[in-house]
């Protein structure tokens, strides 16, 4: 059983920075592939990145690579998400998420445990 409290969330204006952080209980977080999911009004939860249980592969959806970056720090338990460049379709309710297995995916299916999400707001 894992447990994820996701924090770090808030308003910025556009181009701003943010870090997500998720702490996770339990002891099967650091052989956990992980990932951060959002959710916009009105929209379908989407992937945002995602890391493998050593943090050596990571993949990102095409609209914020090269301005997000997933790490994870697993002697503390934490998963984290910098925000770089943000822009205001970045708006969204952030989750993280926890595989029962060591590989890193970017469909939602392939989760078993959700933090209750934290909310990013960019004003343009």
């Known amino acids: 059983q894992v447990q994820l409290v996701e924090s770090g969330g808030g308003l910025v204006q556009a181009g701003g920075s943010l870090r997500l952080s998720c702490a996770a209980s339990?002891?099967?977080?650091?052989?956990?592939?992980m990932g951060w999911f959002r959710q916009a009004p009105g929209k379908e939860r989407e992937f945002v990145a995602t890391?493998?249980?050593?943090?050596?592969?990571?993949n990102y959806a095409d609209s914020v690579k090269g301005r997000f970056t997933i790490s994870r720090d697993n002697a503390k338990n934490t998963l984290y998400l910098q925000m770089n460049s943000l822009k205001p379709e970045d708006t969204a309710v952030y989750y993280c998420?926890?595989?029962?297995?060591?590989?890193?995916?970017?469909?939602?299916?392939?989760?078993?445990?959700w933090g209750q999400g934290t909310q990013v707001t960019v004003s343009s």
């Open positions: 998420a926890a595989r029962g297995r060591s590989g890193g995916r970017t469909t939602s299916t392939a989760y078993d445990y």
């Open positions: 339990g002891r099967t977080f650091s052989s956990s592939g």
């Open positions: 890391i493998s249980w050593d943090g050596r592969s990571t």
